[in-house]
């Protein structure tokens, strides 16, 4: 961007990400998904690449951890006690770089409601409209009043 480069992102740019990321999801296969439900992988087949978390970032993924497993531990086979840990640690990286954003409580949203209405221009309802006055000299048409239809030959 004009030659420069900056390892800030923009709201904007921010927003973008996140909405393609949003849509890659939902695009994904479901069959992936599903692949994946049915068949946990085992702690020892995992991968053994993990971010490096800072202290305060392992604190807060043991945190999470132990307040999951304390509402829902007796629901989760070990497994996917293991499994909810892997994802703890995977979430924190993104959370760190998202709270490192600076932002001042004066910034307003990236994203905010913006209706397309076209404010100056007055739409009438149709059921509200009034006939037009007729001239001085016409007679009013009564809708009731047909056109003479013509004569039939025989």
Not at 29 to 55: D, E, F, I, M, R
Request: proline share 12%.
């Amino acid at each position: 961007m004009n030659g420069k480069k900056s390892s800030k992102i923009s709201r904007r740019e921010f927003a973008r990400r996140a909405a393609v990321a949003s849509a890659a999801a939902t695009l994904a296969p479901g069959n992936l998904l599903s692949a994946q439900a049915a068949k946990p992988v085992p702690p020892t087949q995992q991968s053994p690449v993990l971010p490096k978390l800072s202290p305060e970032g392992q604190a807060e993924v043991e945190a999470r951890v132990q307040t999951i497993l304390g509402q829902y531990g007796s629901r989760f086979t070990d497994a996917q006690k293991a499994d909810l840990r892997r994802l703890c640690i995977l979430a924190q990286p993104p959370l760190d770089r998202l709270r490192a954003y600076p932002i001042e409580n004066g910034d307003s949203p990236a994203l905010y409601l913006k209706p397309l209405v076209d404010r100056e221009t007055k739409h009438v309802m149709p059921w509200t409209e009034r006939p037009a006055a007729p001239s001085s000299g016409a007679k009013p048409a009564s809708p009731a009043a047909k056109p003479a239809a013509p004569a039939k030959k025989n």
